[in-house]
Each structure stands twice: as C-alpha cells, then as structure tokens.
C-alpha cells in the first residue's frame, strides 16, 4: 500500500494533507494521490477529500507528465460520485486523447459524461468500457455470440461473428445488444480454440468455476452455460452437472436453483438492498434487480417492490430511464400504478428522451414508455422525432404505436425516412414498414424510390440488404426494371460489383437481375461498331500530377489543423452549458464530422488516384487527359466545340473541362477522328470528331 493511501486510513488530515501537498510537487504520484481520494470516501471523508482533490487539479495544471494527468483523471473520477471540475477535466482529457476515434460523442453521451447530475464514478466506469471497442478487439452479442470487431464510425460498428460476417450495426443497437470482451475471456476461447476450452474444463475443473463466476458477476445461471460450451463439443447438461457437483463441496460457493453464486451472495432481497446502496448506474441496478425479482415469492417480492421505490423517490433523474424500468418492473403489468408512477419519470425532450430509452433494457418496458409518450399532448410528435435515432429492437413498436396515435403523422415520418440519404438503415426500415404494415401509400414515386434505394443498398447492415433485395425483387420489380434499364452500362457495371459483396443480393436474385441486364446489354452492343477497352476503365482513377499533390497538401492541412482546431472548438462549446440546448456545440461537433468524412473520402480517393499514363495517350483516341475538337453543320447549336477530358479534381463544366467519369464524357470516350456522336449538352445534334490533342498538363508532366 502506498504512502498517502495508509495516511488516509488515519485519522490524521493534517499529517495526510503536509504530505499531500509534498508529493503534489515531487513527481505527482497519480496512483497513489488517487487511491488515497478513494480511501477517503470509502471511509465517508467526503470533505476532505473535496479539497485534497481541489488540491491536486491545481498542481496539475503544471504537470508535464501527460501519463500522469491521464492516469490520475481516470482513477479518481472512477473512485468519486461527484466533482464537477473533475468531471470537465477528463472530458477534455478524453477529447485529445482520443481526437480520431470516430464513435467518441456518441459514447460520451451514452456515458453520462457530460451530463453534471451523472454519478461520475458510474459514468467514467461506463465510458471505460465503451472505450474498450476497438479495431480487432472482442465483443458478446446477446443474439450472435462473441465476435471481433473489424470498424467502427461515428454512429456505427462492423464486427464479424461465426454466424455472421462484417455484420454494420448502430451505435445504440451495439450499447443495447452487446459488451466488451477480454481477449483471454472463456467466451473468446470457446470460440477461438474450442480444443483449448474443452481442455481447461477437463483438466481444471475448478479454475473454469472460478473463471466463469468471475465473468458473469459473481453468479452463473444455468443458461449461460449453454451459450458458453456452444460449438465446443461439450454437452451443456453435463457440464452444468459437474460444475453444481464442485460448488456443492465448496466453502467459496453456494448452489441454489439454476444459480451458483459466490457464498454469501445468495439472499434476494439482501443482494436487491445491497445493490441499491451500491454506487452503480442506475442501469446496471435495474438490469441486476430485474434478474433477482423473477420468480420472488410473496411476501418478499412485495418487500423488495418497497425497497426499490424507496430508492426510487430518492434517487437523482439522471438516469429517468433506468429508474423508469425499475418501477415498471414493480409495477409487474399494473397498467394503472405504472402509469401514476413512471409518467412522471418520462422526458420531454426527443434527445433525453433517446438517452433514456438505451438505459431500459427490456423492449416491453420500451414499448410501454413509448405508450405513455404517446398518450401524452404532443407525445406523437415526440415519437416522430424519435424514430431516426431508435435502435431497430424497437423502431417498428413505435411506428405502430405513433401509427395508432396519429395516422397522418406516422406516414408522413416513413415517407420523409424512405428518401433519408444520411442513413441507409432508416430508408431499409421505411421500406420495410411499407410492406409490413401495408403503407404503400408512403412511397410517392416507386421508381425513384427504387434508385434512391439501390444507390444506398451497399451501404446497409447485411440484415437490411436481405429484406431490401426481397422487397426490389418481389414487390417493385417492376420499377426495378425500369430503373435498371435507364442505366448506362458504366454504372450497371458498377452497381453489379458492388452487389458481388453482397451475400443477400445473391441470395435474393437481385444480382442475377443486375447481371441479366448488363449481360443484354453487352450482347446487344456486339451488333454495332464495339469500343475498345481503354486504361480509363480500370478501378484507377486517373489525373493530373498537379491536381494530386493539391489534393494531398489539402489533405495534410486537413489533417494537421483544420480537424485539431474543430475538436478545440468541441471543447470550448462543450464547457458552455447543457449540450441537448447547445447550438454551438451542436454546429461545433457537425463541423469536425464532416472534416473527418471529407479527410476519409480525400484519403480513399488518394489511394486509387495514378497520374495520366502518358505513353497511352494519343491523337487518335479520345482519352483522359486529351482535348476533342468537334465540329456540327447544324445552325441552331455552336458550330464548333472543344471539350477537356479531364480527371474528377480538375473537372470544371463551366470552362469546358469535363470529368471523364461523366455521363458526357461517356459520349467521348474511345472515340477517334472522324466519328460522330451526340453530345447530352445539345441532345439531338451530331458532331464530328476532327482534331483530338494531348493536353499540356500530361506533356510537361503536370
């Protein structure tokens, strides 16, 4: 034990508080200055910790070690319920750290970080964990099992599962559905080396007790033996036999019903009483009550309804939406109580609101929540705003609830989400909403509804891409013709590379369809005069020398200060007050996010782009990097034309330098001296080819 954390078990301040300031100028010792803040409070010293802590926030500002500061910031934030000052210190401490980790915001959110009625040590324990999703690092799904994460984004994640690959879910689907994984985990191994685990269970039998006891809590419930020897060629009932066989002749553990549990941890009501004094979010309190109230007997489940709604009444409204499904699991189904109780509890704002609902982790208690919302003057309309940020488990529940309160209203939201362009997931759900509840009425225009869908159909969780890809080929297929048959052949061919990846756009036909049609389209363009393939259709994308060091100097600017000095303005926007009311925070956090999405798109734009191939031009061939001079006998179009062909960053219409990439430039390329075309710039006229030149900015190496 460390010097300042056996001075803080005696009852000495003012021996603990010389030494205190000693250490705060010689060297700062985080762990120890934060285990002794931690002792304090355990011992109920609140006071004094307060003002060692003020103390050592001062001192801090002059410490160079940022390991230290870091260190001491977490430690001590996970040891307090309340310090502002500290609160906001390692918020900003998180916001450098972690400048580039796209999900931050949603995370410091989630947390309760920035919200100063939080239980600090609750919410820094919970962004910990948030935290702890990383590239390569394991999680648990409640329907997939353990997985390894391969991405993440600022409202997204992709991990692949064993039944599932790079399967894209939501920030609040992955918090609702999931948990952090260590490496060493008995569910990392059970997966990962089903050998090795059936090893330690036959060959250490009671180091596998403690371990799996360990990783559930403290108590191992039957059922999750089940999952956990799943795919490991052990049979779950035997397992569960030997393990109650092991705790039965232990001092360490108590076996009761479908329960092992460490000793002492048995006792219902004493583990719910236990667990509301607990300094533990709210969350994690109605998560553990509503485990140990299911199958209570009377009289004890009426005492332990009494117990929670003590707490209840005492408890701050940080948390309203835990503390909302801790009486809605006292209220067990008395629409009446649940009424008088919990509508106090509900939020009046859609983004409190939001962050109440991904504190409940039963949909039935959601699905009630939303009904009271409902029922409420204006409660509809709250609902409505809701729908873009709830998590899929319980966005169709409240679109038939809001359909119940508010027809009009409730059709108006799924025809404003079919056209989302920001989030593919939304124009999935709403069209899967019009088939499921028969509001076709919603879809307006059912062909541009078709492109809009198929330009964001790569973009979907492999989930939605399987009912999307049903809906196009089963229920639209006739606007799906239409659209696939106003395509060029350019775009066909890159719409069907893209459903290559799709597993559910196989598994539908909605390839083959794609295909089906490129393949006619092919077939029919033998009949005529046939391009010849040209380097410009490569997966390449080709430009200037020029333009591409513009383009990474951009990049570098982007990189270097524009981003840093957006993430600055985060934080000083942030320290301004409540963020659910913040415009500047708001504008502050949109603005770094777009830079980080434009920085993305620039750096991926940059690993495909190659300079003009100069030894592949020529004077004979319409080409990138070459200028067309036509030329039209027709009085009512410019007589004369010379067009650019030029790469996407130097295109420029206005000053007749057109992207290759274009549909016009499509007209072009290929083509050689003397043949005719038609130009989409003047539908209907034919021009001829008479001069093609090789632009200066290829030849002098630009």
Not at 54 to 80: C, G, I, Y
Not at 88 to 93: A, H, S
Not at 625 to 636: D, I, K, M, P
């Amino acid at each position: 034990m460390a010097e300042l954390e056996k001075l803080s078990k005696l009852q000495d301040p003012g021996q603990l508080e010389e030494r205190w300031l000693e250490a705060l100028t010689d060297g700062f010792p985080a762990e120890d200055l934060s285990a002794a803040l931690a002792s304090l409070h355990g011992q109920g010293r609140d006071g004094l910790a307060d003002q060692l802590l003020e103390l050592a926030l001062d001192a801090m500002e002059s410490v160079s070690d940022q390991a230290a500061r870091s260190v001491f910031l977490w430690r001590a934030a996970l040891a307090l319920p309340r310090a502002e000052r500290l609160r906001r210190l390692l918020v900003e401490e998180v916001r450098d750290r972690y400048l580039m980790y796209p999900p931050l915001e949603a995370f410091l959110e989630r947390s309760g970080l920035l919200d100063p009625e939080a239980v600090l040590s609750a919410s820094a324990r919970r962004l910990e964990e948030l935290l702890s999703y990383q590239e390569g690092t394991y999680l648990l799904h409640e329907d997939f099992g353990p997985g390894i994460i391969e991405s993440l984004s600022r409202d997204s994640l992709t991990a692949s599962y064993e039944s599932r690959k790079s399967h894209r879910m939501t920030i609040p689907t992955l918090i609702e559905k999931t948990a952090p994984l260590a490496d060493d985990s008995l569910r990392v191994l059970s997966w990962r080396d089903p050998e090795g685990f059936r090893t330690l269970f036959e060959e250490g039998t009671a180091a596998f007790l403690e371990r799996a006891v360990s990783e559930h809590g403290g108590e191992l419930l039957s059922r999750d033996i089940v999952s956990l020897v799943r795919g490991t060629g052990l049979d779950e009932k035997v397992v569960w036999r030997r393990l109650i066989a092991l705790s039965s002749g232990s001092t360490e553990y108590q076996h009761v019903g479908d329960s092992i549990a460490q000793a002492g941890e048995v006792d219902a009501l004493d583990r719910i009483a236990r667990l509301l004094r607990s300094r533990t979010s709210m969350r994690e309190k109605a998560d553990g009550i509503g485990k140990l109230l299911k199958g209570l007997p009377e009289p004890e489940a009426t005492r332990a309804g009494e117990l929670v709604l003590e707490a209840v009444a005492k408890a701050p409204r940080a948390e309203s939406g835990a503390i909302f499904e801790l009486v809605y699991l006292v209220a067990g189904g008395n629409a009446l109580l649940l009424e008088e109780l919990g509508v106090p509890l509900l939020e009046r704002s859609a983004p409190r609101m939001l962050r109440a609902l991904s504190e409940i982790g039963s949909s039935a208690c959601v699905r009630s929540y939303l009904e009271l919302v409902a029922g409420r003057e204006g409660g509809p309309g709250l609902i409505s705003q809701l729908l873009p940020g709830l998590p899929r488990s319980c966005w169709f529940s409240a679109l038939e609830i809001l359909l119940r309160a508010d027809e009009a209203l409730g059709k108006t939201s799924v025809s404003r989400l079919l056209g989302s362009k920001q989030d593919p997931e939304l124009a999935a759900r709403a069209l899967e909403a019009c088939s499921r509840l028969d509001l076709r009425d919603c879809m307006g225009d059912a062909t541009e509804l078709v492109e809009h869908v198929l330009q964001l159909f790569p973009m979907m969780r492999s989930e939605s891409q399987r009912r999307t890809a049903s809906a196009l080929v089963e229920s639209l297929s006739s606007h799906l013709a239409e659209v696939l048959g106003s395509m060029d052949s350019r775009r066909l061919s890159k719409l069907s590379d893209a459903l290559e990846e799709s597993g559910p756009a196989k598994e539908s036909g909605l390839l083959l369809t794609v295909l089906r049609e490129l393949s006619s389209r092919r077939s029919g363009a033998g009949t005529g005069s046939s391009i010849p393939v040209g380097f410009w259709e490569s997966d390449a994308v080709y430009e200037s020398r020029k333009a591409i060091e513009e383009r990474k100097n951009a990049l570098e600017h982007l990189l270097k200060r524009q981003i840093p000095d957006a993430a600055q303005a985060i934080s000083e926007a942030a320290s301004h007050g409540d963020l659910s009311e913040n415009a500047e925070y708001t504008a502050a956090l949109e603005r770094r996010d777009l830079l980080l999405a434009r920085a993305r798109q620039w750096q991926r734009e940059l690993e495909k782009m190659r300079v003009y191939p100069e030894a592949e031009l020529s004077q004979s061939m319409v080409s990138p990097g070459t200028r067309v001079h036509l030329r039209t006998e027709e009085q009512s179009s410019p007589r004369e034309v010379a067009l650019d062909i030029v790469g996407p960053l130097s295109s420029n219409p206005a000053g007749d330098r057109i992207s290759y990439m274009a549909p016009m430039a499509g007209d072009l390329l290929g083509k050689a001296i003397g043949d005719m075309v038609t130009l989409s710039r003047f539908p209907g006229i034919e021009y001829t080819i008479e001069r093609i030149e090789i632009l200066p900015e290829v030849t002098r190496s630009g």
